[in-house]
């Protein structure tokens, strides 16, 4: 059973930056793809960032320039890296794995960005 665990949030004030992280229990290196989505309060969920097997990724318009997405098989982690934070970067951020035949999804960790 894969497991995808998440850290690093918390609060920060807006300009400032913060790192997060997911862990997941098996090798990175036999996931399609593996990625960040987060869900503001009332909205739906979005693509934050996605990192392909290849190393190719892809961002959300709202984020373009401002975060960046990494991987290391060797330590079984994504983590995604936030700069330039705005109030509305505040949400939970959860951490997703293409399992090809399935789809995994961490619990969340919150980010709020304070103006």
């Known amino acids: 059973q894969v497991q995808l665990v998440e850290s690093g949030g918390g609060l920060v004030q807006a300009g400032g930056s913060l790192r997060l992280s997911c862990a997941a229990s098996g090798s990175i290196f036999s996931f399609n793809a593996m990625g960040w989505y987060r869900q503001a309060p009332g909205k739906q969920r979005e693509l934050v960032a996605i990192i392909l097997n290849s190393g190719s990724t892809n961002y959300g318009d709202s984020v373009k320039g401002r975060f960046t997405i990494s991987s290391d098989n060797a330590k079984n982690t994504v983590d995604l890296q936030m700069s330039s934070l705005k109030p509305e970067d505040t949400a939970v951020y959860y951490c997703?794995?293409?399992?090809?035949?399935?789809?995994?999804w961490g619990k969340g960790t919150l980010v709020t960005v304070s103006s």
């Open positions: 997703a794995a293409d399992g090809g035949l399935k789809g995994y």
